[in-house]
């Protein structure tokens, strides 16, 4: 429950139950319940990661994201830090601006100097911040007693009695040498991503113990020649001191600087306190204050209508409320989120889908929610970002677009291991006025992308939420989700069937941020698996964002994808590559979703292609997958299903796919030529971990006119 001992119930589960994960800028930090030693004392297990996932986000995550594919990080024997991340972010989310960018499509929002003395009145005289200081000793104190806050503790003293290694510049230029993050990783989640652990470590203890290392953490990190992260500057000029750009990680760094001072306050030296108002002006807030006023040009994420836009703004201006001075000052920052987190609003369809994967819903929408709140209590609730028109759709994506049994879509750069953020989802049901029964369980561990977002989730609102009515929740979930304007529908068995099949069916377009060329792709879910999947996300490398050679990747170009080749051809990408909707009929039993794919596809003489599901509801499920292809003279044709499990031929016609606890058959008929069926593993490094299979289903010869049926039900 969200009542005054809330955050210190929810803490001791989460801290009893199996760890704390929290981050420092995009970094990942996990407390175990056990230390695991799986480098034998030489470091973190650290994967490169994104943003928003349970088992990781960033260049790589285990087999959430994942470079490594491997094992979640754990504290090692020496430094207890962190693994660095990146939503889906991304989390370290993005490496820059994204390589299909729909900012051309809207209209896009910017700041209005004469807002800014509309807004003067509504600030507070004082500065705001999230959560409670040190000195509220009633709201910290009982965390001291939990079982298991001796882990925090610990881990945190391992953090005070470790050396902070020096900043390498070889380290930061590793990334335009290699393409990789992970090096650089490292190192900065041993430096910086020590501070949110030994803040929380203090606050809990208040023996004062931590506070000389906290000072010499921000010390170092104020020294750097630069917070923005390698790959967010590749022509080095941040590095070089030349230009001072604003990224994902500073803005995140400058937040967590700012929280730090709000919980400890005078604790901290006059100095250390001048020093974080110092760097963060100078790194973050003046140089976004230029931007905004037109005296240098703005980072591209001002407009941009992706993740990046509500993860810096909320940095930004979390960080400019914690520290400004005067009310006029605060105004300032107040009055430009308001205008430019619009931007971030567009990159949603009117129903609320978010193309970048509920991974990205959570980072993005996450810092959204952070912003939303840190203004709300900066004006006593008078600027309420959540009362906008549509945001209420876009708040509850993450509920919407959950298949079954935590399986999520893992469309574009989503990845097949990651669900809804809890926390979030719980915020989004309290605000909203929906059951709690829908967002999905707190587990073992939690994840917070800052420190401030640790202080938004498990302390009280500075001023109560306001409470929708309970109506608004009614029927939010039920057989189907149906996102219309982005062509994707999510169909589920009926309640009370156990472990029933369920599915995400894409039409959707080739130009989304984190775009995959994947139109008419589709993912089944079954027992909390994914027999048959899309592949997600890979592992972020230079190759990821560049427009030259994004697609040359197996899992992002379409042959990675359960969708057809035709004629020898991949489907393309950009803007206009569009699939569309010819037929939708829903009923309680069936559901019937009707796409035209050809226009994904540049074959000369298609004259058809057409994918038709049928999701039939009698039973445990099954799903029918169609396609109807028809050309001016002979061609190839083939289809494919994607797995991240295992498969086997039953028969000529019949295969079996499995992963964990999920197992389907699949019957395949043809009309027009018979079929041949081989697989191959595709080698790429997948976010989820593992490798994708790609089992294709090719006609035996050339077709004017055929079609592909797979008929796909439940085994086990």
């Given at each position: 429950?969200?009542?005054?001992?809330?955050?210190?119930?929810?803490?001791?589960?989460?801290?009893?139950?199996?760890?704390?994960?929290?981050?420092?800028?995009?970094?990942?930090?996990?407390?175990?319940?056990?230390?695991?030693?799986?480098?034998?004392?030489?470091?973190?297990?650290?994967?490169?990661?994104?943003?928003?996932?349970?088992?990781?986000?960033?260049?790589?995550?285990?087999?959430?994201?994942?470079?490594?594919?491997?094992?979640?990080?754990?504290?090692?024997?020496?430094?207890?830090?962190?693994?660095?991340?990146?939503?889906?972010?991304?989390?370290?989310?993005?490496?820059?601006?994204?390589?299909?960018?729909?900012?051309?499509?809207?209209?896009?929002?910017?700041?209005?100097?004469?807002?800014?003395?509309?807004?003067?009145?509504?600030?507070?005289?004082?500065?705001?911040?999230?959560?409670?200081?040190?000195?509220?000793?009633?709201?910290?104190?009982?965390?001291?007693?939990?079982?298991?806050?001796?882990?925090?503790?610990?881990?945190?003293?391992?953090?005070?009695?470790?050396?902070?290694?020096?900043?390498?510049?070889?380290?930061?230029?590793?990334?335009?040498?290699?393409?990789?993050?992970?090096?650089?990783?490292?190192?900065?989640?041993?430096?910086?991503?020590?501070?949110?652990?030994?803040?929380?470590?203090?606050?809990?203890?208040?023996?004062?113990?931590?506070?000389?290392?906290?000072?010499?953490?921000?010390?170092?990190?104020?020294?750097?020649?630069?917070?923005?992260?390698?790959?967010?500057?590749?022509?080095?000029?941040?590095?070089?001191?030349?230009?001072?750009?604003?990224?994902?990680?500073?803005?995140?760094?400058?937040?967590?600087?700012?929280?730090?001072?709000?919980?400890?306050?005078?604790?901290?030296?006059?100095?250390?306190?001048?020093?974080?108002?110092?760097?963060?002006?100078?790194?973050?807030?003046?140089?976004?204050?230029?931007?905004?006023?037109?005296?240098?040009?703005?980072?591209?994420?001002?407009?941009?209508?992706?993740?990046?836009?509500?993860?810096?703004?909320?940095?930004?201006?979390?960080?400019?409320?914690?520290?400004?001075d005067t009310p006029a000052e605060r105004a300032f920052y107040i009055a430009a989120a308001e205008a430019y987190s619009n931007n971030f609003l567009a990159g949603y369809t009117s129903d609320g889908y978010c193309g970048e994967g509920v991974g990205y819903w959570n980072y993005g929408f996450g810092g959204y929610t952070l912003l939303a709140e840190v203004i709300r209590a900066a004006t006593s609730g008078r600027i309420d970002l959540m009362d906008r028109p549509t945001v209420r759709d876009d708040a509850t994506f993450g509920l919407r677009i959950e298949i079954v049994d935590g399986v999520y879509p893992a469309f574009a750069d989503a990845i097949a291991t990651i669900r809804a953020e809890p926390r979030l989802a719980l915020w989004v049901c309290d605000r909203f006025g929906i059951d709690r029964k829908l967002a999905p369980p707190v587990r073992k561990a939690t994840r917070f992308e800052t420190l401030a977002h640790f202080?938004?989730?498990?302390?009280?609102?500075?001023?109560?939420?306001?409470?929708?009515?309970?109506?608004?929740?009614?029927?939010?979930?039920?057989?189907?989700?149906?996102?219309?304007?982005?062509?994707?529908?999510?169909?589920?068995?009926?309640?009370?069937?156990?472990?029933?099949?369920?599915?995400?069916?894409?039409?959707?377009?080739?130009?989304?941020?984190?775009?995959?060329?994947?139109?008419?792709?589709?993912?089944?879910?079954?027992?909390?698996?994914?027999?048959?999947?899309?592949?997600?996300?890979?592992?972020?490398?230079?190759?990821?964002?560049?427009?030259?050679?994004?697609?040359?990747?197996?899992?992002?170009?379409?042959?990675?994808?359960?969708?057809?080749?035709?004629?020898?051809?991949?489907?393309?990408?950009?803007?206009?590559?569009?699939?569309?909707?010819?037929?939708?009929?829903?009923?309680?039993?069936?559901?019937?979703?009707?796409?035209?794919?050809?226009?994904?596809?540049?074959?000369?003489?298609?004259?058809?292609?057409?994918?038709?599901?049928?999701?039939?509801?009698?039973?445990?499920?099954?799903?029918?997958?169609?396609?109807?292809?028809?050309?001016?003279?002979?061609?190839?044709?083939?289809?494919?299903?994607?797995?991240?499990?295992?498969?086997?031929?039953?028969?000529?016609?019949?295969?079996?796919?499995?992963?964990?606890?999920?197992?389907?058959?699949?019957?395949?008929?043809?009309?027009?030529?018979?079929?041949?069926?081989?697989?191959?593993?595709?080698?790429?490094?997948?976010?989820?971990?593992?490798?994708?299979?790609?089992?294709?289903?090719?006609?035996?010869?050339?077709?004017?006119?055929?079609?592909?049926?797979?008929?796909?039900?439940?085994?086990?």
């Amino acid at each position: 429950m969200r009542n005054g001992k809330g955050h210190l119930l929810l803490l001791a589960l989460l801290i009893l139950v199996g760890g704390l994960e929290i981050s420092c800028g995009n970094r990942r930090i996990k407390l175990p319940r056990q230390r695991r030693n799986n480098n034998e004392g030489n470091g973190p297990a650290v994967e490169e990661q994104d943003p928003g996932q349970e088992n990781g986000n960033g260049e790589a995550e285990g087999p959430g994201p994942g470079d490594s594919g491997g094992s979640d990080p754990v504290i090692p024997d020496d430094p207890g830090v962190v693994d660095p991340g990146g939503e889906i972010g991304e989390t370290g989310g993005n490496d820059g601006p994204p390589v299909t960018d729909t900012n051309a499509s809207y209209t896009r929002t910017e700041y209005s100097p004469a807002r800014v003395a509309e807004v003067t009145p509504m600030v507070s005289a004082r500065v705001t911040g999230l959560g409670s200081a040190i000195g509220n000793r009633q709201a910290w104190a009982p965390m001291a007693k939990i079982k298991g806050a001796s882990v925090l503790l610990q881990t945190a003293e391992k953090s005070r009695t470790s050396a902070v290694p020096p900043f390498r510049e070889s380290v930061y230029l590793s990334f335009s040498k290699t393409g990789s993050r992970k090096a650089y990783d490292e190192l900065t989640a041993q430096r910086r991503g020590r501070l949110p652990l030994m803040v929380m470590a203090e606050c809990v203890e208040n023996k004062g113990r931590f506070l000389k290392k906290i000072e010499e953490v921000i010390t170092t990190v104020c020294a750097e020649p630069t917070w923005v992260l390698p790959q967010h500057d590749r022509t080095l000029v941040n590095l070089k001191g030349t230009q001072i750009d604003i990224d994902l990680h500073s803005a995140e760094l400058a937040s967590t600087l700012a929280q730090t001072d709000w919980f400890l306050g005078d604790k901290l030296s006059a100095r250390t306190r001048q020093l974080i108002r110092r760097e963060v002006d100078r790194r973050v807030l003046m140089p976004y204050r230029d931007m905004v006023e037109g005296r240098r040009e703005e980072n591209w994420w001002l407009t941009s209508n992706n993740n990046w836009n509500s993860v810096c703004l909320s940095g930004v201006t979390h960080a400019a409320l914690a520290l400004k001075d005067t009310p006029a000052e605060r105004a300032f920052y107040i009055a430009a989120a308001e205008a430019y987190s619009n931007n971030f609003l567009a990159g949603y369809t009117s129903d609320g889908y978010c193309g970048e994967g509920v991974g990205y819903w959570n980072y993005g929408f996450g810092g959204y929610t952070l912003l939303a709140e840190v203004i709300r209590a900066a004006t006593s609730g008078r600027i309420d970002l959540m009362d906008r028109p549509t945001v209420r759709d876009d708040a509850t994506f993450g509920l919407r677009i959950e298949i079954v049994d935590g399986v999520y879509p893992a469309f574009a750069d989503a990845i097949a291991t990651i669900r809804a953020e809890p926390r979030l989802a719980l915020w989004v049901c309290d605000r909203f006025g929906i059951d709690r029964k829908l967002a999905p369980p707190v587990r073992k561990a939690t994840r917070f992308e800052t420190l401030a977002h640790f202080a938004l989730y498990m302390f009280p609102p500075a001023q109560p939420l306001p409470r929708a009515s309970a109506s608004q929740g009614a029927n939010l979930i039920g057989v189907r989700s149906y996102f219309d304007q982005a062509g994707v529908l999510v169909v589920r068995p009926n309640s009370g069937v156990r472990n029933g099949l369920g599915a995400a069916l894409k039409c959707g377009n080739n130009e989304e941020n984190h775009n995959h060329n994947d139109i008419g792709s589709f993912q089944l879910a079954l027992n909390g698996s994914s027999p048959i999947s899309d592949p997600g996300s890979e592992v972020y490398t230079k190759r990821t964002f560049s427009p030259k050679q994004r697609y040359q990747s197996k899992v992002i170009n379409s042959f990675g994808h359960p969708v057809p080749m035709v004629a020898g051809r991949l489907q393309e990408a950009g803007p206009g590559i569009r699939g569309k909707v010819l037929k939708t009929e829903f009923t309680p039993s069936r559901d019937i979703f009707t796409i035209d794919m050809a226009p994904a596809y540049k074959v000369t003489g298609l004259r058809k292609l057409e994918r038709e599901f049928v999701f039939d509801r009698s039973g445990r499920g099954a799903l029918t997958v169609t396609d109807s292809v028809s050309f001016g003279s002979p061609q190839e044709f083939e289809t494919a299903l994607i797995t991240l499990g295992s498969w086997k031929k039953i028969s000529s016609n019949e295969l079996q796919f499995t992963q964990d606890k999920g197992t389907v058959r699949v019957r395949i008929t043809a009309e027009g030529a018979g079929v041949r069926i081989s697989g191959t593993t595709i080698d790429e490094k997948l976010k989820a971990g593992g490798s994708a299979k790609r089992i294709a289903i090719a006609l035996d010869k050339k077709v004017t006119n055929a079609s592909i049926t797979m008929h796909i039900m439940p085994a086990n």
